[in-house]
């Protein structure tokens, strides 16, 4: 049962109270005008983690999806979250397939740390910062792998892969 705990992205239902660090934005996309060559990439994200943290477990991921009348209208922020989006006009529409929102059938992306940081037990208020890459393998094009590389508080650097099939 434990095969593949650790390098398949799990995806679950996780509860906002399981959280433990604010989310942080890594990649925006207007699906309007996206070309398959920018879906894939490496792309840096940082997230402060909660004064009450004592071990880094893993990591959440999850999109957020943003409508409006017009093509042209740009999101403004483009952090917003997707209630503060739809808070800004009567044409607008969003949900967030993250804990935040209602569940849906696309749940989280659980990547579980094969090494969680409790050997450096974190003293938090603390940040976690680092890169995430998207690519596509060869054998399998409905597939996507993703690595991902960060920087502890305790200045520890950890690289760990997952596959989302």
Request: hydrophobic share 40%; net charge negative; charged share 25%.
């Amino acid at each position: 049962m434990q095969a593949g705990i650790y390098s398949d992205v799990r995806i679950e239902t996780i509860p906002v109270t399981s959280l433990c660090g604010r989310p942080s934005l890594f990649r925006l996309l207007d699906l309007h005008r996206v070309t398959e060559q920018e879906l894939a990439g490496t792309f840096k994200w940082e997230s402060a983690l909660s004064p009450e943290v004592e071990s880094l477990d893993g990591f959440l991921t999850w999109f957020d999806i943003y409508f409006a009348d017009r093509r042209s209208e740009q999101l403004i922020p483009a952090s917003a979250s997707a209630q503060e989006w739809v808070d800004g006009g009567a044409d607008r529409v969003a949900f967030t397939t993250g804990p935040y929102g209602k569940e849906t059938h696309w749940k989280q992306g659980l990547l579980l740390s094969q090494r969680p940081s409790g050997a450096d037990k974190l003293q938090g208020p603390a940040v976690v910062a680092g890169e995430i890459s998207l690519s596509v393998p060869d054998d399998d094009p409905r597939a996507l792998a993703m690595r991902l590389q960060w920087t502890e508080p305790s200045g520890t650097k950890q690289t760990q892969s997952w596959a989302v099939r």
